[in-house]
């Protein structure tokens, strides 16, 4: 893509096309860059979840309920409701800061002890004990990093019946659910049906959902909870790494200025830049010369990255860094890189707290470094990155 001297960007997107706000393709699909069309479309309540697998989980029979992902209107609303208060700025504070503090310390040992680890490897660590805290998956059998990284490999391949490639992801990720699921998800259930805690898993049991059912909430809340947040804090730390001034600045700032430095970080480097919509009924956003209107029954790509360096919503030097800007402060200073409106990624503060925790502990270790530069591909269905190589290095204690 094309940078100017103050693209402080490290994720190098190919640009998605015209660059209108909002056009339509040839194939009747529409996509979305500009930051107030993509809110519009996120917001409105005449939408619904498109991609991430949604045709396939329509298969599904009746009976079995959907994961949280792909319900929307009442039944949506409903279960964000009961379940906000895992999330909440005082919960988190509460109950998963002294989490945070003690796992990142754990996983942190090794980097100590060895002297160099792997960024990534640290990262997924942290990320998942945080998440299975929250979720409830505390029973699990030893290799719980090994299952997820199988589960959410770096490329995905298509599962099918017609050709060997399809045959081999079918039986993959088949294997891969029966191994979380009998290792990680009904151990948990056993233990929460019996001693119910304060935990999503003992939640979803009080609704009654099967086990099955409980799978599928729990990798749901994995692929958002680990996967995304692993690869945040490694481009975050990347950033870190390479310019000594925001080194400086994040590690001498205040609470308040570190986690306004991770949501600019955030903003310009969204883990998950691709949504999409389908609109059950004409929808109006905002164009580049006056309204538009969005026919019913349409496929709306939002492109999260373009639409958060959006002059007219972000102001000037957009792919700059610069935290505190005016107009995406508070609740939405990263943007849309945690979506909005129903669908708003309901673990925001979770990230952010757990990304400061972690860097915060990381570029406090006597001399820290990084020893070799990452590499980055890409997993386009969510327009995600993954980071690997990022190898770190600190003096023995």
Not at 130 to 135: F, P, R, T, Y
Not at 201 to 219: A, D, F, K, R, V
Not at 286 to 293: D, L
């Amino acid at each position: 893509m094309d940078r100017t001297e103050d693209d402080a960007r490290k994720i190098r997107r190919v640009p998605s096309g015209s660059g209108c706000p909002v056009d339509r393709r040839a194939d009747g699909t529409w996509q979305v860059r500009g930051y107030a069309a993509a809110r519009a479309i996120l917001r409105s309540t005449d939408t619904v979840q498109a991609g991430l697998g949604v045709e396939t989980v329509e298969k599904m029979p009746a009976r079995i309920r959907r994961p949280v992902l792909y319900r929307d209107g009442p039944e949506h609303r409903e279960h964000r409701r009961q379940t906000a208060r895992y999330f909440t700025p005082r919960r988190v504070a509460e109950h998963y800061r002294e989490l945070t503090e003690r796992v990142t310390q754990k996983h942190l040992d090794t980097l100590r002890t060895e002297g160099e680890a792997q960024l990534e490897d640290l990262t997924f660590g942290v990320s998942i004990d945080v998440a299975c805290g929250v979720i409830g998956l505390t029973h699990s059998r030893p290799g719980i990093q090994r299952r997820l990284e199988r589960f959410f490999p770096e490329k995905f391949g298509k599962p099918g019946l017609t050709s060997l490639h399809g045959l081999y992801w079918l039986f993959r990720q088949n294997t891969n659910w029966l191994r979380i699921y009998l290792s990680d998800v009904r151990p948990a259930v056993r233990v929460h049906r019996e001693r119910p805690a304060d935990n999503l898993i003992s939640h979803l049991i009080e609704e009654g959902c099967s086990s099955p059912e409980i799978l599928g909430e729990c990798l749901t809340y994995a692929a958002a909870g680990m996967v995304t947040t692993r690869e945040f804090m490694c481009v975050a730390a990347w950033h870190l790494f390479t310019d000594a001034a925001l080194r400086e600045r994040f590690t001498t700032g205040s609470e308040t200025e570190r986690l306004a430095l991770i949501h600019e970080i955030l903003r310009l480097e969204p883990a998950v830049a691709r949504l999409s919509r389908r609109t059950t009924a004409a929808v109006e956003v905002p164009g580049a010369e006056g309204p538009v209107t969005v026919p019913a029954d349409t496929v709306v790509d939002i492109f999260v990255d373009e639409a958060n360096t959006d002059p007219d919503a972000v102001g000037t030097a957009p792919a700059a860094v610069c935290p505190g800007r005016p107009t995406t402060t508070g609740r939405y200073a990263a943007a849309l890189s945690f979506g909005d409106g129903p669908h708003r990624c309901p673990g925001a503060d979770i990230a952010t707290m757990e990304t400061n925790v972690f860097l915060g502990h990381l570029f406090a270790l006597p001399g820290i470094r990084m020893v070799t530069q990452p590499s980055v591909t890409f997993q386009d269905e969510i327009g995600g990155y993954v980071i690997r190589g990022l190898r770190v290095a600190a003096d023995h204690v």
